[in-house]
């Protein structure tokens, strides 16, 4: 098992204070977060810059094991549509400088009105020449089960539209597909051969329906369950560790949650199944 988190959880860290906590909490990798506002690399880095934050990283002995971007591709506008795809070749950049095998990716929200069926081809035909690149430069593009995008039906045929087994995969979120409506096993089942890395966060239900973020282990989602269910299915990939304290400032801080993870998953790892 590797363990890994977004850096979407400390934005008030430096890069050395998130690579020197990842070692010091047991971490093996981090997703690193690529936006302009600061936190933590800015899609517009330039190749000094991002080895020298690879340098950060390999002193600690922490990976890189994913530029987190926000690319998004479910646009009616084909102008819109060019300029993520420009933002994602930056990204490419900054993985082949920081040795990070994957760049994370959105589909995004559906356009008012749109179907997903109307949509499919647009975000294909995006990723599709992405894809191709991503191979060829050594790097994937892994695509978050997210927002509109949680089904597994739609994504296996998205799969199967860009066709691209070494330069796209996706990013299985087990929270945001059981909150989306979809069962977690058959999801995974049908999902688990495209599958890069896992996000993991945990959460409970209030009786108005609304979830609320926990710590791990302090929510609803069945996390015994889906590790005992990885670990007989030998997985190997990262299991990451998303926790949202730059959209939601009111949850506890990285120094409480960051290592209660390592030690709750390693504990359910540990498990006789």
Known sequence: MKLSFTTLGCP??????????????????????????GNHCSP?????????????????????????GYCTFAHRDPAEVDRNQALMRKLFALAEATGAPHVRSFAGRLPEGATHAQM?????????????????RGVSIALET????????????????????????LVFDICNC????????????????????CH???????????????????????????????????????????????WHPELEPPERVFPQYTHKMRGMWAEKT
Request: charged residues 30%; proline residues 3%; hydrophobic residues 40%.
């Open 120 to 136: 499919l081809e647009t975000v294909a035909g995006a990723f599709k020449p992405l894809a191709a690149e991503a191979a060829k």
């Open 12 to 37: 008030d860290w430096t890069l050395e204070q998130i690579a020197a906590n990842a070692k010091a909490h047991g971490y093996d990798g981090v997703e690193l977060r690529t936006q302009t506002d």
């Open 44 to 68: 517009d880095a330039t190749p000094e810059q991002a080895k020298r934050i690879a340098r950060i990283f390999a002193a600690q002995g922490v990976a890189i094991m994913s530029i987190m």
């Open 200 to 246: 993991v966060k945990d959460a409970w239900r209030s009786a108005d329906g609304v979830w609320h973020y926990a710590p791990m282990g302090a929510g609803d989602l069945p996390w015994r369950e889906v590790v005992k269910t990885l670990k007989k299915d030998r997985y190997r990939g990262f299991l990451s560790f998303e926790w949202e304290k730059k």
């Open 178 to 197: 059981i909150v989306a409506g979809h069962d977690w096993r058959k999801t995974y089942r049908r999902l688990k051969a495209h599958i890069r890395y």
């Open 146 to 169: 997210h927002d509109d995008w949680c089904g597994s039906d739609l994504l296996l045929e998205l799969t199967r539209l860009v066709d691209s087994k070494r330069g796209f995969g």
